[in-house]
């Protein structure tokens, strides 16, 4: 790693800040759910809860933070893409029977779009940034072990 390493919870924290619209709220509800393991209320500002749990400790609980962020968007991003016909049909289907729910499946060909484009810029940060040897490094950072050099 360099003198000046990058912190890999802010480069994940803006990867999810700069995703579409569209999707955002999506991703941010998973990593509250599956890593923060709270059932958010109505009144939870995601992106102050996500930014607060990956940002707030400098010690290994923001380790642990970023591991599991890693893992849920990881999950969420493959799971969107390899099941987008099968969502559209469901949205479809949903729609068909409630016409109230036209809106949402209007939405569902541009989020699939959204959702292809985040998971090929996930995947380019995961071979970079974000690889194995990097997130190691960071522990090592936040545990106050110096990198050999």
């Given at each position: 790693m360099s003198d000046n390493p990058q912190d890999l919870r802010q480069v994940v924290f803006a990867?999810?800040?700069?995703?579409?619209?569209?999707?955002?709220?999506?991703?941010?509800?998973f990593v509250i759910i599956y890593a923060i393991r709270i059932?958010?209320?109505?009144d939870l500002n995601y992106s102050d809860s996500v930014r607060d749990?990956?940002?707030?400790a400098n010690d290994i609980r923001s380790f642990g933070a970023l591991l599991s962020t890693i893992a849920v968007i990881d999950h969420v991003?493959?799971?969107?893409?390899?099941n987008a016909e099968r969502r559209a049909a469901t949205v479809e289907a949903f729609a068909e029977q409630f016409p109230d729910a036209?809106?949402?499946?209007?939405?569902?060909?541009?989020q699939s779009r959204h959702f292809e484009q985040a998971l090929a810029d996930w995947n380019k940060l995961r071979a970079s940034l974000l690889t194995a040897q990097m997130i190691r490094g960071f522990e090592?950072?936040?545990?106050?072990?110096?990198?050999?050099?």
């Open positions: 990867f999810l800040a700069n995703l579409p619209i569209t999707i955002r709220e999506h991703v941010l509800l059932i958010p209320s109505l749990y990956l940002l707030d991003l493959a799971d969107r893409v390899a036209q809106d949402q499946a209007l939405k569902v060909p541009l090592d950072i936040l545990m106050g072990i110096r990198p050999k050099r």
